[in-house]
């Protein structure tokens, strides 16, 4: 039967939803990958400037709120190829990030391991080459999200939860000032 049909080109179930990931070392700095598919690579990709421990205590709060404001007036790019951008977590300021065009090893690590994955969360074993970092464990939340578009000034991305499942409330927003 497989046979006769061919392979399919594209996946069977297309959503719009888009992938996020936010890992980090333990004792290290989140970062957030987001994709639209997991099996591409990140169309927006940056080190937040904030521990992975800090994050954690957020999210024992049952609401993330991630608001990522641009540095920059100009309209000339799109939204999510911003670079600089001023980082608040529920409502706090935690300092400046930069977005990255390229990925690190660690990144490139992440990203290799989980691309069959479309959402979970856990420890990551570490890269070959590197033994347990002075940082702790590689760490992982991967979640969907749907995109919503408020103008070309404006993005959330709102996580989903499973049907049923009740965790905490993610959201992350993208602005950049008038």
Same mark, same amino acid.
Not at 14 to 26: C, E, N, P, V
Not at 57 to 72: N, P, Q
Not at 170 to 174: D, E
């Given at each position: 039967?497989?046979?006769?049909?061919?392979r399919?080109?594209?996946?069977?179930l297309?959503?719009?939803?888009?992938?996020?990931?936010?890992?980090?070392? +333990?004792k290290?700095?989140?970062?957030?990958?987001?994709?639209?598919?997991?099996?591409?690579?990140?169309?927006?990709?940056?080190?937040?400037?904030?521990?992975?421990s800090?994050?954690?205590?957020?999210?024992?709060?049952?609401?993330?709120?991630?608001?990522?404001?641009?540095?920059?007036k100009?309209?000339?790019?799109?939204?999510?190829?911003?670079?600089?951008?001023?980082?608040?977590?529920n409502?706090?300021?935690?300092?400046?990030?930069? +977005?990255?065009?390229?990925?690190?090893?660690?990144?490139?690590?992440?990203?290799?391991?989980?691309?069959?994955v479309? &959402?979970?969360?856990?420890?990551?074993?570490?890269a070959?080459?590197?033994?347990?970092?002075?940082?702790?464990? &590689?760490?992982?939340? +991967?979640? +969907?999200?749907?995109?919503?578009v408020g103008?070309?000034?404006?993005?959330a991305?709102?996580?989903?939860n499973?049907?049923?499942?009740?965790?905490?409330e993610?959201?992350?927003?993208?602005v950049r000032?008038?």
């Open positions: 039967m497989v046979a006769l049909l061919g399919p080109r594209k996946p069977m297309k959503d719009s939803a888009t992938s996020g990931t936010i890992f980090g070392y +333990r290290g700095r989140v970062s957030l990958a987001i994709q639209e598919d997991t099996r591409q690579m990140p169309i927006f990709l940056i080190e937040l400037p904030m521990l992975t800090a994050l954690n205590k957020e999210m024992a709060s049952d609401i993330v709120r991630i608001a990522l404001e641009s540095e920059t100009t309209n000339k790019k799109k939204l999510m190829e911003e670079f600089v951008w001023a980082v608040y977590c409502g706090r300021k935690v300092g400046y990030s930069i +977005r990255r065009k390229q990925m690190g090893d660690d990144e490139l690590h992440v990203m290799q391991h989980l691309r069959g479309s &959402m979970g969360a856990g420890v990551l074993p570490t070959s080459d590197h033994k347990e970092s002075a940082d702790g464990e &590689m760490t992982y939340m +991967r979640a +969907r999200f749907e995109r919503v103008s070309k000034d404006s993005e991305l709102y996580m989903i499973p049907d049923g499942a009740q965790g905490p993610f959201s992350i927003f993208f000032p008038h």
